[in-house]
C-alpha cells in the first residue's frame, strides 16, 4: 500500500514539473503549439509515424504569422525561426551567439565522430575549421576532376553491363549513386582505388556499410537523442563502430607508410592532414587526430553527394522536359574526345539550376539545430523586445522554408529556372540553405557539387531516364532515419541512348 501510495505520489510530482516546464514559452509570450506529457510536442516522431524534420515542417507551416515559435523535445523548450532576417542574425551576423551545433558526441566515447567539425564546440571548432578549409579551395578541387572523370566513364560501362538497370526493372538510383561516390572518396582521400564498380562487395564498400548503417542500439539512441536531447548527455553515444574505427586507422597508417618509405607526396586529403600534423601549434595533433580527419572526410565525402546525386537522378526522371533541356546543354559541353573539361563545367547554367532546386525540393537534411551560446535580444518585427536565452536549443527549419509560396512560387514544381543568373537574385536570404550558412555552413559544397554534377553529366549524356514503377511516388520518408531517405528507394529505368 505504501509502495503504491509513493509511486502515484511520484507520477503526481512528475507531472506537476513536466506541468510546469511546459509554461516556460508561455511565460515568455511566445507562441507554439500545445505540448503533451513526457513527448512534449514529438509525440508522432516517438510512434515513428514521421521524421523530426517533418514536425518541425508542420510547425513553421502551422505557425506562419509568427517569426519564432516556442516548442518541446520531451520538456526541453526550444525555439524554432521562421523569420529567414532572423535566421540571417543567427547564422550570420549574431554568430558569435549561436556558434555551436545541438549535439553532443564525447570524444572519449566516439574518437572518429567526436572530433568532427559539425560535431566540434567553441575554440576547438574554430582551430580545425581553419585547419581543414585549405583542402577545398577550387585549386584543390581541379585537381581531383579527372580521378572523378574516370569514375563516370566507369559508372556509366557499369550500368551498360547490368541487363536489369536497362530491361523495365530499374536500378536502385542511391545504390548506384554509393558506389560512384565512394570511388571518388577513396582516390581523393586516401589515394586507394575502391573497386566500387568492378566488385560487388568491395573492402571499401562493405567499410561504408559499417560506417553508416549504425547498429540497432545507436539508431534508437540517435532517435530518443532527438527526441529527448538530455538522453545525449547521459548515455554514452557511439556513432563510429569500433570495427571501423580500427580498420580506418590501420588504412591511414599502412598508407602514410608507404608513402613515407617510398617518399610518395600525393596532392590529395590524406598529404593535407599529415601536414597538419607536422605544422599544428594549436594543440597538439595526434595520430587519432589523422585518423579521425580522414574517416571525416572519407563519411562527409560520400554519403550525402550520393543522397542528393540519387534525388537529382529522380528529379529527372519525373520530369522529361527539364531533362531533355539539361541534355542539350551538356551534349553541347562534351568535347571532340568525349571528356567534360572542369572549366566547361563551371559554366553549365542549367545543370546549376538542377542541382540547387533538386536542394530546394529534397534537401538531405530538412533542420538545422543550433545553440545559443549567448544571450541575445532583438527587437521584432511587431516591436516587441525579444531576448533569446543562452542554452536555448534552436531549430532552423530548411525544408519548411524551402517549400513556403511566399518565397517560392508554386514550390512542389520542380522548376530550375529558379537558380539562372536573372531569378537567382530573387531568392530571398535564407530561405534557401541546403548546405547552412555563415561561418559553420558546409566546408565540403564545392567537393559535393562536383562530383554530383560530373556524374549527372556523365548518366544524361549516355540514357535516358524514366521513374521505375518500383518507387513510391509521392515519396515516403523513413521516419527511423535522421537523413531524409526515401522508403523503397529511388528506382530509375535507364535507357542507353544510340
Ligand atoms: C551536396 C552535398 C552536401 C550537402 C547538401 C551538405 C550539407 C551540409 C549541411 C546542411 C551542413 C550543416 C551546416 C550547418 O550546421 O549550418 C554540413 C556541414 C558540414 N559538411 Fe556538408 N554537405 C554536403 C557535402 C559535404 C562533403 C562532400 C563534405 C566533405 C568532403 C562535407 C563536409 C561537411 C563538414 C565538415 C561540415 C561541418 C562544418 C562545420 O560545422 O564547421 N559536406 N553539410
Redesign the pocket.
Given at each position: 500500500m505504501i509502495t503504491i501510495t509513493f509511486v502515484v505520489f511520484l507520477i503526481a510530482v512528475i507531472y506537476y514539473l513536466v506541468h510546469l516546464n511546459h509554461q516556460h514559452w508561455k511565460k515568455r509570450g511566445i507562441n507554439g503549439p500545445q505540448p503533451i506529457f513526457l513527448a512534449g510536442n514529438m509525440g508522432r516522431s516517438i510512434l515513428l509515424q514521421i521524421q523530426p524534420g517533418e514536425i518541425f515542417t508542420d510547425i513553421y507551416r502551422k505557425y506562419n504569422n509568427e517569426s519564432i515559435v516556442g516548442a518541446f523535445k520531451s520538456f526541453t523548450p526550444f525555439l524554432l525561426i521562421r523569420d529567414p532576417d532572423l535566421i540571417k542574425e543567427i547564422?550570420i551576423k549574431s554568430f558569435s551567439h549561436f556558434r555551436d551545433?545541438d549535439v553532443e558526441i564525447d570524444k572519449k566515447v566516439d574518437p572518429i565522430f567526436g572530433r568532427?567539425?559539425?560535431?566540434?564546440k567553441g575554440e576547438e571548432?574554430k582551430v580545425?575549421?581553419a585547419q581543414?578549409t585549405p583542402?577545398?579551395t577550387s585549386g584543390k578541387m581541379k585537381w581531383l576532376y579527372p580521378s572523378w572523370e574516370n569514375n563516370s566513364s566507369k559508372m556509366v560501362q557499369f550500368l551498360e553491363q547490368r541487363p536489369n538497370a536497362t530491361n523495365g526493372n530499374g536500378y536502385e538510383a542511391k545504390e548506384l549513386c554509393t558506389r560512384f561516390?565512394l570511388n571518388n572518396?577513396g582516390d581523393?582521400?586516401f589515394g586507394i582505388d575502391a573497386k566500387c564498380f568492378d566488385e560487388d562487395n568491395s573492402e571499401f564498400r562493405q567499410l561504408a556499410k559499417d560506417f553508416f548503417t549504425p547498429g540497432s542500439w545507436t539508431i534508437i539512441t540517435i532517435l530518443i537523442a532527438n527526441i529527448f536531447p538530455f538522453v545525449m548527455k547521459i548515455l554514452p553515444i557511439r556513432f563510429c563502430p569500433k570495427s571501423v574505427e580500427k580498420k580506418l586507422t590501420q588504412i591511414v597508417s599502412q598508407t602514410l607508410q608507404y608513402r613515407e618509405d617510398n617518399n610518395i607526396v600525393r596532392n590529395d586529403?590524406l598529404q593535407i592532414i599529415r601536414e597538419l600534423k607536422k605544422t599544428s601549434k594549436d594543440y597538439e595533433f595526434t595520430d587519432l587526430d589523422v585518423t579521425a580527419h580522414a574517416a571525416?572526410?572519407?563519411g562527409?565525402?560520400?554519403?550525402?553527394?550520393s543522397?542528393?546525386?540519387s534525388f537529382v537522378l529522380y528529379h529527372l526522371a519525373a520530369n522529361e522536359d527539364v531533362q531533355m533541356k539539361l541534355r542539350n546543354e551538356i551534349n553541347e559541353a562534351f568535347d571532340e574526345k568525349e571528356r567534360l573539361p572542369y572549366e566547361v563545367l563551371q559554366t553549365l547554367t542549367y545543370l546549376d539550376g538542377v542541382?540547387n532546386e533538386t536542394?530546394r525540393l529534397t534537401?538531405?537534411?530538412f533542420f538545422?539545430?543550433?545553440m545559443c551560446t549567448e544571450d541575445f535580444s532583438y527587437v521584432s518585427k511587431d516591436s516587441k523586445s525579444v531576448l533569446i536565452e543562452k542554452g536555448t536549443p534552436i531549430v532552423?527549419p530548411?525544408y519548411g522554408l524551402q517549400t513556403d509560396p511566399q518565397y517560392f512560387e508554386d514550390p512542389e514544381s520542380f522548376k530550375p529556372e529558379r537558380f539562372l543568373a536573372e531569378n537567382k537574385e530573387r531568392v530571398k536570404k535564407c530561405t534557401f540553405?541546403?548546405?547552412?550558412?555563415?561561418?559553420?555552413?558546409?566546408?565540403?559544397?564545392r567537393?559535393?557539387?562536383l562530383?554530383?554534377k560530373v556524374g549527372v553529366s556523365y548518366l544524361i549524356k549516355n540514357f535516358e531516364l524514366r521513374l521505375n514503377k518500383k518507387t513510391q511516388v509521392p515519396l515516403k520518408f523513413d521516419p527511423a532515419n535522421v537523413l531524409v531517405a526515401p522508403v523503397g528507394g529511388l528506382w530509375i529505368d535507364f535507357k542507353k541512348i544510340a
Open positions: 547564422t551545433n568532427n567539425p559539425f560535431v566540434l571548432w580545425v575549421r581543414l583542402a577545398f561516390t572518396v581523393s582521400v586529403f571525416g572526410f572519407f562527409d565525402g560520400y554519403e550525402t553527394s543522397q542528393v546525386m542541382f536542394l534537401p538531405p537534411v538545422l539545430q543550433k532552423l530548411i540553405m541546403p548546405f547552412g550558412e555563415g561561418p559553420r555552413a558546409c566546408l565540403g559544397q567537393f559535393g557539387a562530383q554530383v
